[in-house]
């Protein structure tokens, strides 16, 4: 078999943009997929690109992921003319409704945070959002508009990076499935299919979603678990939805002006497994929550239900770099975020390959960090009193 300069484990997003990177780098490239490409988070993502933390774990993520927004035009730029495909790409910014609780105190608490991160948010007064946003619902309290915020389209993306890439000379090899790196000593040489055979590599990226911990050897550097997360479409007949909206209890993404307008509303964080299911519990609380938001969307059609399994982390941190293995590199366990960091997670990783340094400083990202903290786990263990 052909010994190709890195092999890439997963073909989602994140399996997608490295490759594009590495290719135009002159690098050979093989993308391996279990399934047919793109057929996990990565297509079931609403596709908010959101630098804003969702919950305190979150805060150190802010920096990569503004740096990340900041790549996204220039991203979508590069993938659409390598693909001739469209992404999505909107820049249209988001507007956070406040309907319960304090909702003054909510307002300037969440406006002090955002701005303590350097990310723009300011406060919107109750009419100016209703102009903005006619459909908002009535029930809002107060309101904030995240200017800098935008979304893109997130089968569509996927499916134009992957192209982009194929046309750059990486081979796409769906149907592959991993089931072990292949080491000798302490270093990496490829990967083992399922039939045993050998795909030889010079470098390996894991980038397997949920599933990186259940290729054999990854696991200590790859704790990734799944979290399943449910969507709804809604095709909406009436005026059309500018914005992204959040609220505490939901978000809804547009997807493009023209009537009908699809609306896609989400989402759970479920510990439900590797199982795929939507459930009327999820769906009810989705409807719930749209229904708050935008009250007129009771009316619109249900056009499409789905789920997908994001792949989490113990910290809530993404999984990026090298570990102590000679030849593997880690593109994993970007959670609710992988849409948005897919761009500063090609960059870091084509960086780190082909020049061996990378222009942010992601140690804190460290495959390495589960690795010590094991280690450390069992030093506590096994020390006497
Ligand atoms: C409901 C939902 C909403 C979301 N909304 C957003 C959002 O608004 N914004 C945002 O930024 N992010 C969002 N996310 C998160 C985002 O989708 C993920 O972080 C991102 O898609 C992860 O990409 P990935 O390529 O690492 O994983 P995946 O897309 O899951 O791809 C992993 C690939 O690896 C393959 N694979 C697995 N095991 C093997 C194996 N053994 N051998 C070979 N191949 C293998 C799989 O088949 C799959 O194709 C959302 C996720 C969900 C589920």
Redesign the pocket.
């Known amino acids: 078999m052909k010994t190709h300069d890195v092999v890439i ?9 490295v490759a594009l990177e590495l290719a135009r780098r002159g690098l050979q490239v093989a993308v ?19 630098p804003a933390p969702d919950c305190p774990a979150a805060i150190p993520l802010v920096p990569l992921a503004r740096t990340s927004l900041a790549l996204y035009p220039e991203f979508v730029d590069a993938v659409q003319d390598a693909s001739g495909a469209r992404t999505g790409f909107r820049k249209n910014g988001a507007i956070e409704g406040i309907f319960h609780g304090d909702a003054e105190r909510e307002l300037s608490t969440l406006v002090a945070l955002h701005r303590g991160l350097g990310l723009a948010c300011e406060p919107l007064p109750l009419e100016e959002a209703r102009t903005m946003e006619p459909l908002l619902g009535r029930e809002a309290r107060a309101a904030a508009f995240l200017p800098d915020e935008c ?1 893109v389209e ?1 089968r569509a993306l ?1 499916a134009a990076v992957l192209a982009a890439a194929a046309s750059a000379g990486v081979t796409l090899c769906p149907g ?4 072990s790196l292949a080491l000798q000593g302490n270093k990496c040489v490829g ?1 083992r ?2 039939p045993g055979e050998l795909f030889p590599a010079a470098q390996v990226v894991l ?6 911990s ?2 054999s050897g990854a696991a200590p550097f790859a704790p990734t678990r799944p ?5 709804v479409a809604l095709r909406n007949s009436g005026a059309p939805i500018r914005h992204v909206l959040r609220s505490e209890h939901g ?1 809804m ?1 547009p997807r493009g002006m023209d009537a009908p307008q699809t609306i896609v509303v ?3 964080l479920e510990n439900a497994g590797y199982e795929k299911r939507v459930t009327s519990g999820g769906m009810e609380k989705i409807l719930a929550a749209a229904n708050e938001l935008v009250p007129e969307l009771a009316k619109a059609e249900i056009i499409e239900t ?6 989490g982390t113990p910290d809530q941190l993404p999984i990026l770099g090298p570990a102590e293995i000679e030849g593997l590199v880690f ?12 761009p500063i997670t090609a960059k870091l990783i084509g960086e780190w390959i082909a020049e061996h340094r990378t222009s942010f400083p992601w140690e804190s990202f460290s495959p390495l960090r589960f690795a010590r903290a094991n280690a450390d786990r069992s030093a506590t263990a096994s020390s006497p009193l």
């Open positions: 484990i997963g073909g989602g997003i994140m399996g997608g943009a391996l997929d279990r399934q047919e490409l793109m057929r996990e988070a990565s297509w079931a993502a609403a596709g908010m690109l959101s979304s997130p996927t592959a499935e991993v089931s990967v299919t399922s980038a397997a979603g949920c599933w990186s259940q290729i979290v399943r997360g449910q969507m978000y993404v989400g989402s759970t789905w789920c997908g399994l994001r792949p593109a994993t366990g970007h959670y609710r975020n992988g849409i948005l960091l897919a």
